[in-house]
């Protein structure tokens, strides 16, 4: 089967399910993965729908700042 095929086959059956009300689509957090301005560490910040600027500490020196 190619990928083609794979693909139009997914999407009848989402059609399928969708119309049968069987599967609900919902919309959740968004993951941002942030940058400690001070000491460089990755962090990873859960923000609400729709927010664009998140404020957090950094898990490794505790530095409140905010998401770009």
């Known amino acids: 089967m190619s990928k ?3 693909r139009e086959e997914a ?3 989402i059609r399928e399910t969708m119309a049968k009300k069987a ?3 919902k919309q959740g957090n968004t993951r941002i993965e942030a940058v400690c301005g001070k000491c460089g ?3 990873r910040v859960s923000a609400e729908k ?3 600027r998140v404020k957090f500490a950094c898990k ?3 530095h409140k ?3 770009l």
Do not use: S
Request: net charge negative; with cysteine; charged share 20%.
């Open 50 to 52: 729709g927010v664009t």
């Open 23 to 25: 599967l609900v689509i």
């Open 65 to 67: 700042q905010e998401t």
């Open 4 to 6: 083609q095929a794979m």
């Open 41 to 43: 560490a990755p962090n």
């Open 11 to 13: 999407e009848r059956l």
């Open 60 to 62: 490794e020196c505790g």
